[in-house]
């Protein structure tokens, strides 16, 4: 079972990055892989998927709290791992726990290809388990980021960035171990990774 990865990144691909580890080259299945950037050395969480049509896969996380999210997720009945990182893509691990908590269906819906009922399903599947993984929502995010994410988010999507490349500048931001940044702060760090995307 390979449970990490740390090595540098030498391709960022559409859906993958290939990580180089002591001259071996994994491709890994990521969330988003535009959060990535070339030659940068990363450790991933990962899982190794098996699939009877396509052999081994494997999936990386940045956090070991999204790589339990996900393994949680893709027990559920109808979810596999391209929709588990679809989930993650579109949502923060913090909506995620909050959705389920909250039993809100509709933040679930937002992702593509999970419909209300699917999402209630999902709900009732992961309640206790989410809670007996030890996943809280203090455990899913640091520096302080999300406590003004929200409505980053939310200013970010009024200028016509997409759920993805909100996504993105999340994950930029939130390497950068900025101790309680401020709303400002935050919103001006992700415009900067944004604009460079372009």
């Given at each position: 079972?390979?449970?990490?990865?740390?090595?540098?990144?030498?391709?960022?691909?559409?859906?993958?990055?290939?990580?180089?580890?002591?001259?071996?080259?994994?491709?890994?299945?990521?969330?988003?892989?535009?959060?990535?950037?070339?030659?940068?050395?990363?450790?991933?969480?990962?899982?190794?998927?098996?699939?009877?049509?396509?052999?081994?896969?494997?999936?990386?996380?940045?956090?070991?709290?999204?790589?339990?999210l996900f393994e949680l997720?893709?027990?559920?009945?109808?979810?596999?791992?391209?929709?588990?990182?679809?989930?993650?893509?579109?949502?923060?691990?913090?909506?995620?726990?909050?959705?389920?908590?909250?039993?809100?269906?509709?933040?679930?819906?937002?992702?593509?290809?999970?419909?209300?009922?699917?999402?209630?399903?999902?709900?009732?599947?992961?309640?206790?388990?989410?809670?007996?993984?030890?996943?809280?929502?203090?455990?899913?995010?640091?520096?302080?980021?999300?406590?003004?994410?929200?409505?980053?988010?939310?200013?970010?999507?009024?200028?016509?960035?997409?759920?993805?490349?909100?996504?993105?500048?999340?994950?930029?931001?939130?390497?950068?171990?900025?101790?309680?940044?401020s709303f400002d702060e935050?919103l001006r760090a992700a415009?900067?990774?944004?604009?460079?995307?372009?």
């Amino acid at each position: 079972m390979i449970n990490q990865l740390k090595g540098f990144v030498s391709e960022v691909q559409e859906s993958c990055i290939v990580l180089v580890v002591s001259g071996i080259g994994f491709g890994v299945f990521v969330s988003l892989p535009s959060s990535f950037s070339k030659n940068q050395e990363i450790l991933l969480y990962t899982v190794l998927h098996w699939s009877q049509d396509n052999g081994p896969s494997l999936y990386g996380f940045s956090t070991s709290t999204e790589k339990a999210l996900f393994e949680l997720v893709t027990g559920c009945s109808g979810i596999g791992p391209k929709m588990g990182l679809a989930i993650l893509r579109d949502l923060t691990p913090q909506e995620i726990v909050e959705a389920v908590d909250q039993e809100d269906s509709s933040i679930l819906s937002k992702v593509s290809g999970i419909g209300v009922k699917k999402a209630e399903h999902m709900i009732v599947y992961l309640k206790h388990r989410i809670a007996s993984k030890g996943i809280f929502l203090g455990d899913t995010v640091s520096g302080g980021v999300s406590l003004n994410w929200k409505e980053v988010g939310q200013a970010l999507r009024s200028l016509g960035y997409s759920q993805a490349e909100i996504q993105g500048a999340r994950a930029f931001v939130q390497k950068q171990n900025v101790d309680k940044p401020s709303f400002d702060e935050l919103l001006r760090a992700a415009l900067s990774f944004l604009s460079k995307k372009v």
